[in-house]
C-alpha cells in the first residue's frame, strides 16, 4: 500500500513538473511580447508614460466631476450654478456687514497670511 502511495506522489509529481515547465515558458514568452513593445529608447519610453499619466490624469478628474456632481445634485445645487471668486465673496460679505477681523477664526487666517 505504501509502495503505491509512493509511486502515485511520484507520478503527480513528474506532471507537475511538466505542467510547470510549460508555465515557465508561456510566461517567458509573455514576458518576451511584453518587452518587444517597450521603446528602447528613454525619450520614446518617457513620452509614452507622460501621456499615459496624462490620460490617467484626466480619467481621474472626469471621475472627480461626476461624484461632485452626484453630490451637488443629492444637495440641491444646481449643475450650472457658479459659486463665483473668492475675491466677490468677501465684497458681498463687506456690504452685508460681516467683518473678518470680528471673528476669531478669520483673524487667525488673516495672520497667518501675513507672515
Same mark, same amino acid.
Given at each position: 500500500?505504501?509502495?503505491?502511495?509512493?509511486?502515485?506522489?511520484?507520478?503527480?509529481?513528474?506532471? /507537475?513538473?511538466?505542467?510547470? $515547465?510549460?508555465? %515557465?515558458? +508561456?510566461?517567458?514568452?509573455?514576458?518576451? @511580447?511584453?518587452? !518587444? &513593445?517597450?521603446?528602447?529608447?528613454?525619450?520614446?519610453?518617457?513620452? /509614452?508614460?507622460?501621456?499615459? $499619466?496624462?490620460? %490617467?490624469? +484626466?480619467?481621474?478628474?472626469?471621475?472627480? @466631476?461626476?461624484? !461632485? &456632481?452626484?453630490?451637488?445634485?443629492?444637495?440641491?445645487?444646481?449643475?450650472?450654478?457658479?459659486?463665483?471668486?473668492?475675491?466677490?465673496?468677501?465684497?458681498?460679505?463687506?456690504?452685508?456687514?460681516?467683518?473678518?477681523?470680528?471673528?476669531?477664526?478669520?483673524?487667525?487666517?488673516?495672520?497667518?497670511?501675513?507672515?
Amino acid at each position: 500500500m505504501e509502495k503505491d502511495t509512493l509511486e502515485t506522489i511520484a507520478q503527480r509529481l513528474d506532471r /507537475l513538473e511538466k505542467i510547470m $515547465t510549460e508555465v %515557465n515558458q +508561456k510566461l517567458s514568452e509573455i514576458v518576451e @511580447q511584453m518587452e !518587444l &513593445d517597450v521603446p528602447k529608447d528613454r525619450e520614446t519610453a518617457s513620452a /509614452l508614460k507622460g501621456a499615459e $499619466t496624462l490620460k %490617467n490624469d +484626466k480619467q481621474d478628474a472626469h471621475r472627480a @466631476q461626476e461624484a !461632485l &456632481d452626484r453630490i451637488f445634485e443629492k444637495m440641491g445645487i444646481p449643475p450650472d450654478f457658479d459659486p463665483g471668486s473668492i475675491e466677490d465673496l468677501h465684497e458681498s460679505m463687506r456690504q452685508h456687514g460681516i467683518r473678518a477681523e470680528d471673528n476669531e477664526f478669520s483673524r487667525a487666517i488673516i495672520a497667518e497670511r501675513e507672515k
